[in-house]
């Protein structure tokens, strides 16, 4: 049981060590470099992890799926509290989570390098977020619902474009080195605004016949 409980701590370290590595010098660092970096010899670095494949694929398991909440999907559905209330505590959490140094250079080297985790992660955003979200937004407005009709892909970028401004935030901070006044509220004060702004507009596009009934409610309003 020790023995296995140091091997899960050495294997911890190795992990966090070579984020640090890989986010600052690029998937295409040497393991070489990498062992010097963490203090350790190469071949201990290979008996933990036999291929630096292996080892991205597990620094991808930890700092994309295992920090993702299962619980934002069901915090999106939550009809007890405003659309702005649970975008505000999605993003918070998000940021908090995800939206660290490593995360953010690490996304961005491995689309550039080809690994495909971005589809990936995608595709989970899509389906336990943004649909979800896009069809709270359809009962928000009054717009059709999504069992007359599904949600379209005219939405779902609309989405992907808000949750854009977000992450793109985060690279002019991590990639860019630009340090913004922004606060981490008035960040999400424009997404607010935006997604406010837009939603009528989308709905009136897809739904030519869709008219709202008065001026369109806040999404601080439940």
């Known amino acids: 049981m020790a023995a296995t409980s140091r091997r899960e701590a050495r294997v911890d370290q190795i992990i966090a060590g070579a984020a640090q590595f890989f986010s600052e010098n690029g998937l295409s660092g040497q393991t070489r470099e990498l062992a010097k970096f963490l203090g350790i010899a190469q071949p201990l670095l290979y008996r933990y992890f036999p291929s630096k494949r292996s080892l991205i694929e597990r620094i991808f398991e930890e700092f994309f ?14 009809d007890s509290l405003s659309i702005e209330t649970r975008l505000r505590r999605l993003y918070s959490e998000y940021n908090q989570l995800l939206l660290t140094r490593e995360w953010v250079r690490l996304f961005m080297f491995a689309e550039l390098a080809g690994y495909g985790f971005g589809k990936k992660s995608l595709a989970k955003l899509t389906q336990e977020i943004l649909v979800p979200l896009a069809t ?41 080195g630009m340090r913004g006044s922004a606060k981490w509220s008035t960040i999400l004060d424009d997404l607010i605004l935006h ?28």
């Open 65 to 78: 799926e295992n920090r993702w909440n299962s619980n934002w999907p069901t915090l999106i559905r939550n």
């Open 195 to 222: 997604l406010q702004g837009s939603m009528p507009a989308v709905y009136q596009r897809i739904f030519p016949g869709f008219k709202l009934k008065g001026t369109p409610r806040p999404l601080s309003v439940l």
């Open 136 to 176: 709270c937004l359809r009962k928000h407005y009054g717009a059709p619902d999504t069992t007359l009709h599904e949600i379209t892909a005219y939405e779902i970028n609309l989405l992907l474009d808000l949750h854009g401004l977000i992450i793109y935030k985060s690279i002019r901070k991590h990639v860019y």
